[in-house]
């Protein structure tokens, strides 16, 4: 609430509109309105530096200034005090510059009536406070929007720092354990525990941390995997068939870890003796949202007895329960080539 009258500044050069604007103020309460009516424009802003105005009145023909720059000089010396535009004709378009450049209303000279010019005053200071308040709203919406990104970004930059530590722990006990067995199973884990950091990184890397670039984690993780267990890693050849998209983190963690289990099974049993071959990873979706994500190889296929319903290694049972945990379902062809294909739905 404007404590004490008013203060309204008039712009407007034609004396007979002055007096009649004058006027329609007189039949309001006393005290009610102060009202200072200035004849140009340059010295309008002067007044308006001073700070003392509730309440422009604007006419868009002065000696100085015409048309839609005079709301703008205005707008831009007192972008907090809202602003009246007053024409001598009913100009549609004139009108509609000025609504856009932050006018709060407009009056037609000659069509005022007594009571409503007071009555435009209020419901122009009501609509000004209105958007002024919307627009700081909108403005914390933002900063808490933006303190979110920057804390969601440090959480995923400090589990992607943790799981690093971890993987890093366990390839030093590794190095302590003479058993190969032993050291075979430290190392599936750790490779588990890198394909969770890789999603954790490529979220702290993305401006989206909801959603994970999952061609960009392809692009990052496997090859470091096929490094990490191939001898001869060159023998291996990849290929990656997947376009531009983006799953939300509880499905591209378990595709990942699922992506992790089958490479590192080809990589195992496919190739042995140095066997060259490709792995081949694609990921597709269709018109009813659902995602195919499909692993292949050209090694030495599956043997017929391996029952990939029974899970026999903890691997498999991994692949069987990641694809459950994504409501997907788990198709495999034993060779030519061999394929592991998890069907799921997306989340929409």
């Given at each position: 609430m404007i404590a004490g009258p008013l203060r309204i500044l008039l712009v407007e050069d034609n004396l007979g509109d002055v007096r009649l604007l004058q006027e329609m103020f007189s039949t309001e309460r006393?005290?009610?309105?102060?009202?200072?009516?200035?004849?140009?424009?340059?010295?309008?802003?002067?007044?308006?530096?001073?700070?003392n105005v509730d309440i422009v009145l604007l006419d868009l023909g002065l000696p100085d200034e015409e048309g839609i720059e005079t709301v703008r000089r205005v707008r831009k010396l007192a972008p907090d005090v809202p602003l009246i535009v007053l024409t001598g004709r009913d100009d549609d378009e004139a009108v509609a510059e000025a609504m856009l450049e932050g006018a709060q209303d407009y009056l037609v000279k000659g069509q005022i009536e007594n009571r409503a010019l007071p009555r435009a005053l209020r419901y122009a200071i009501e609509r000004f406070r209105l958007v002024s308040r919307?627009?700081?709203?909108?403005?914390?919406?933002?900063?808490?929007?933006?303190?979110?990104?920057?804390?969601?970004?440090?959480?995923?930059?400090?589990?992607?720092?943790?799981?690093?530590?971890?993987?890093?722990?366990?390839?030093?006990?590794?190095?302590?354990?003479?058993?190969?067995?032993?050291?075979?199973?430290?190392?599936?884990?750790?490779?588990?525990?890198?394909?969770?950091?890789?999603?954790?990184r490529t979220l702290y890397q993305s401006k989206d941390f909801g959603h994970v670039d999952f061609k960009e984690f392809l692009l990052s993780f496997v090859p470091s995997l096929i490094q990490a267990y191939s001898t001869h890693p060159e023998a291996?050849?990849?290929?990656?068939?997947?376009?531009?998209?983006?799953?939300?983190?509880?499905?591209?963690?378990?595709?990942?870890?699922?992506?992790?289990?089958?490479?590192?099974?080809a990589l195992k049993h496919a190739f042995p003796e140095g066997r060259k071959g490709t792995i081949r990873i694609d990921f597709s979706h269709d018109q009813y949202n659902h995602a195919s994500l499909s692993v292949a190889d050209d090694g030495i296929g599956i043997p017929e007895e391996v029952d990939f319903e029974l899970g026999e290694t903890l691997g498999l049972q991994l692949v069987h329960l990641l694809s459950g945990q994504i409501g997907g379902t788990l198709n495999v062809s034993k060779s030519s080539p061999t394929r592991f294909v998890v069907r799921f739905p997306l989340a929409v």
């Open positions: 006393a005290g009610s309105y102060e009202i200072t009516s200035l004849p140009r424009l340059g010295l309008a802003l002067n007044h308006l530096a001073k700070g919307a627009a700081l709203t909108t403005m914390e919406l933002e900063r808490r929007v933006r303190e979110k990104d920057l804390l969601l970004s440090e959480i995923h930059h400090r589990v992607k720092n943790s799981l690093q530590v971890v993987s890093s722990l366990i390839s030093l006990e590794a190095t302590r354990i003479k058993d190969p067995s032993m050291t075979e199973m430290l190392r599936s884990t750790q490779n588990r525990i890198r394909s969770m950091a890789s999603i954790h291996v050849q990849l290929e990656i068939a997947v376009g531009e998209v983006r799953l939300p983190i509880d499905a591209a963690i378990p595709c990942g870890l699922i992506v992790n289990e089958l490479i590192s099974n």
